[in-house]
């Protein structure tokens, strides 16, 4: 089991970058599938990107392919999302979560953290 607690959510401008952090504790982080979702209100949960426990394997929505990177540090324990160039529909909670598995569905997230408020102002 891991416990993860996001960080680094705020407002920001559009065009503008922002630097999410997810924090897991036990010793098995690194043998975790990592993902970042988004919910905005009013609508569904959706998959941001993912990341396989190597960090060399990762996938991203299209919608932010190009402006947003993961990153892991398994020797610290951390997932990392990179946002930039960014826009008023990124307007979102941010959720961490951990998978067994190469995944894009929620339902394959068997845990997951708080989530932190992201705004993008126009």
């Known amino acids: 089991q891991v416990q993860l607690v996001e960080s680094g959510g705020g407002l920001v401008q559009a065009g503008g970058s922002l630097r999410l952090s997810c924090a897991a504790s036990?010793?098995?982080?690194?043998?975790?599938?990592m993902g970042w979702f988004r919910q905005a209100p009013g609508k569904e949960r959706e998959f941001v990107v993912g990341i396989d426990w190597t960090g060399r394997i990762t996938w991203y929505a299209d919608s932010v392919k190009g402006r947003f990177t993961i990153s892991r540090d398994n020797a610290k324990n951390t997932v990392s999302l990179e946002m930039n160039s960014l826009k008023p529909d990124d307007t979102a909670v941010y959720y961490c979560?951990?998978?067994?598995?190469?995944?894009?569905?929620?339902?394959?997230?068997?845990?997951w953290g708080q989530g932190t408020q992201v705004t993008v102002s126009s």
């Open positions: 036990g010793r098995t982080f690194s043998t975790y599938t």
């Open positions: 979560a951990a998978s067994y598995s190469l995944a894009r569905t929620s339902g394959a997230y068997p845990y």
